[in-house]
């Protein structure tokens, strides 16, 4: 429905503009540069700011900045998947904060390692199940609100369930050892990135799920007419999405030795921001991880600089703002491109 | 081979209802192999409504759909596309994100190994290519950027493609519900070739239009529904063409 409105509009906009092959290929490089357009911006705004930022460029801040990017990033690549499939997960924050707590009381019950990563990742993926099931079988229109009971009761359980309401301390030292250890110069927490990555990258370029996911983003409809299991496909993508959540939390016990029911807080907007900054678009149907690797390391670039510039906390925040903003205009600008393509394709072929 | 003297598609007395709305009340028809059949009928007549049952869309309330003789139940888009049937929805069901060749294969990847399950398997994507190129060179459709995502072409390569995606695993049936709508001339008789086509590939292929040219030019036999009712099954040539229009008005009132 929505293409059909953008295609009248581009077609009637733009056919003067479209001018047989030529004007083709000036479509397609404009659309290749736009799609490369946050990562140049990265690159650009790095070496800017090591330009004048001498502080910036020393290995342990840009380390530093790999390692506090590492949680929205692990999480934004969950979240990733959500907006590909048109949906929204706003429930990643608590969720988080739960999969800690229920972390740190499996640690005080059992003393060892392996039962606080398997409580935090169950319990991610658990809460992603719910989301999932209760959006598909409960017929809701939309992803939104069933998130945001989840984001609310995931924050309350995660109050009740923490002794006395609050921060609990150590870790086992495994996982403590994802904030304290480097390997190479990079801090454990970032392996982690890599390895989650990895396995996304698998999962969504070379796996038939991955083409479903793809596939039932970018047209819903289309996919049932095709025999994709749509439904089992989004409670998927919600599962993977709460299992980044808990594998989130493993990596931010590790780093701060400490589980708490207040972790995560904002997490939701921060990796929404990361993927929308990122390059994926906010309609669903076009993003890759990349964009989300892309948008949390802009994000944690950005807030880095800025301190180190000594910028209040709510600058920072105006900051993300406008270039959320940015990132969406390009999005429109992309859909416009398109229905321009669309013109030059009929007036190309015979 | 399939034997002439029998339908490959008989629908027999199909009810369907939506609340209080009776989009199909008895209808019957056959489709018959190597024959286009032109399904007429005014807005909200229930064209769509017979396409997506018998692709597995919906099920029918009542009746029976036999496929060469036999009684079967369509229960899923899945279970219609083993049978051999093939649908090109009015509404497109093109992934505009996805190419050409990944459009063709939407929901039946070809993937490895057979012994993982369906979602987990690897995509062969080479193999995958190699067949939808070829598939696009048979049906000489011009495609400039056969590796782009769909959103970016025209009108009629996106039919085209929706078209060619039926030829490829259309064994038996092809639904066609409005290939040509919102065409220009040009690209809709790139369309109506590749119909032709498939009627010639021995397909029976419906094809659901409200254009009465495209009707005269390449339909064997058209069927026209009435608010739900079918009203005639003729033989569409330039003196029937008159009657097909009072038929699909109710022009008799
Ligand atoms: N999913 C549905 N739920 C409720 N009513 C429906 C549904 N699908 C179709 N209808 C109704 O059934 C009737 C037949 O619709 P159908 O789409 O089959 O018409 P059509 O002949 O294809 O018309 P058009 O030429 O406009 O495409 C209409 O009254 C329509 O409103
Ligand atoms: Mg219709």
Request: with cysteine; glycine share 10%; proline share 5%.
């Amino acid at each position: 429905m929505a293409r059909q409105t953008e295609n009248g509009l581009g077609t009637t906009n733009l056919a003067q503009s479209a001018q047989g092959p030529k004007g083709d290929a000036t479509t397609r490089l404009a659309l290749r540069l736009l799609s490369a357009g946050p990562l140049l911006i990265l690159v650009l705004l790095v070496l800017g700011i090591a330009a004048v930022t001498p502080a910036f460029a020393k290995p342990i801040n840009l380390g530093n900045i790999l390692a506090q990017t590492s949680v929205i990033a692990i999480v934004a690549m969950g979240q990733q998947l959500v907006i590909l499939t048109r949906g929204i997960d706003l429930s990643v924050g608590s969720n988080l904060a739960l999969c800690t707590v229920v972390g740190g009381l499996a640690y005080q019950a059992t003393g060892g390692t392996l039962p606080v990563v398997l409580a935090m990742l169950a319990t991610g993926a658990l809460v992603g199940a719910v989301n999932g099931l209760v959006y598909v079988h409960g017929r809701l229109p939309h992803p939104f609100i069933i998130t945001l009971a989840t984001l609310s009761i995931c924050r309350g359980l995660a109050l009740a369930l923490a002794p006395g309401h609050t921060t609990m301390r150590g870790m086992p030292d495994p996982i403590a050892a994802l904030g304290s250890q480097t390997v190479l110069g990079l801090p454990l927490g970032v392996l982690v990135v890599v390895l989650v990555a990895g396995l996304l990258l698998v999962m969504t370029r070379m796996m038939v799920v991955g083409r479903w996911i793809t596939a039932v983003g970018g047209n819903p409809q289309a996919a049932l007419g095709m025999g994709i299991p749509v439904k089992g496909v989004l409670v998927a993508v919600y599962v993977i999405s709460g299992l980044c959540a808990g594998i989130g939390a493993v990596v931010l016990a590790g780093r701060t030795d400490a589980a708490s029911p207040v972790y995560g807080q904002l997490l939701e907007l921060d990796t929404i921001a990361a993927v929308i900054i990122g390059g994926a678009s906010f309609l669903g149907g076009r993003g890759h991880l990349g964009h989300a690797l892309i948008g949390a390391v802009l994000i944690g670039v950005i807030r880095n600089a800025l301190n180190l510039h000594n910028v209040e906390v709510f600058y920072q925040m105006v900051a993300i703002g406008l270039i959320i903003v940015l990132a969406v205009e390009a999005d429109v600008l992309r859909s416009h491109l398109e229905a321009r393509a669309r013109v030059q394709q009929a007036r190309g072929t015979a | 081979m399939t034997e002439p003297s029998q339908p490959v598609l008989s629908i027999r007395h199909a009810h369907k209802r939506f609340g209080a709305i009776h989009a199909l009340q008895d209808v019957s028809l056959d489709a018959w192999p190597g024959e286009v059949l032109a399904l007429l009928g005014d807005n909200g007549a229930g064209k769509s409504t017979l396409v997506k049952c018998i692709s597995g869309l919906h099920a029918l309330d009542e009746g029976e759909i036999h496929l060469h003789g036999r009684p079967v139940t369509l229960a899923s888009p899945t279970a219609a596309r083993a049978a051999g049937i093939e649908t090109v929805y009015q509404d497109l069901a093109l992934f505009d994100n996805l190419s050409p060749a990944q459009n063709f294969y939407a929901g039946r990847e070809l993937s490895y190994p057979a012994w993982l399950p369906r979602p987990l398997r690897f995509l062969d994507k080479a193999a995958m290519r190699k067949t939808a190129a070829e598939v696009i060179d048979r049906l000489q459709v011009r495609l400039p950027h056969p590796d782009a995502p769909v959103a970016m072409m025209s009108g009629g390569q996106r039919q085209a493609i929706a078209v060619a995606r039926a030829t490829v695993f259309a064994r038996n049936i092809v639904l066609l519900d409005e290939p040509t709508a919102a065409l220009g001339l040009r690209e809709a008789r790139k369309v109506l070739e590749l119909i032709a086509r498939l009627r010639a590939e021995g397909n029976a292929v419906i094809l659901i239009t409200h254009n009465m040219d495209h009707v005269t030019e390449l339909a064997d036999r058209a069927v026209v529904l009435r608010q739900g009712r079918k009203v005639g099954d003729l033989k569409p040539d330039q003196s029937s063409r008159q009657d097909l229009v009072s038929l699909i008005v109710g022009g008799e009132a």
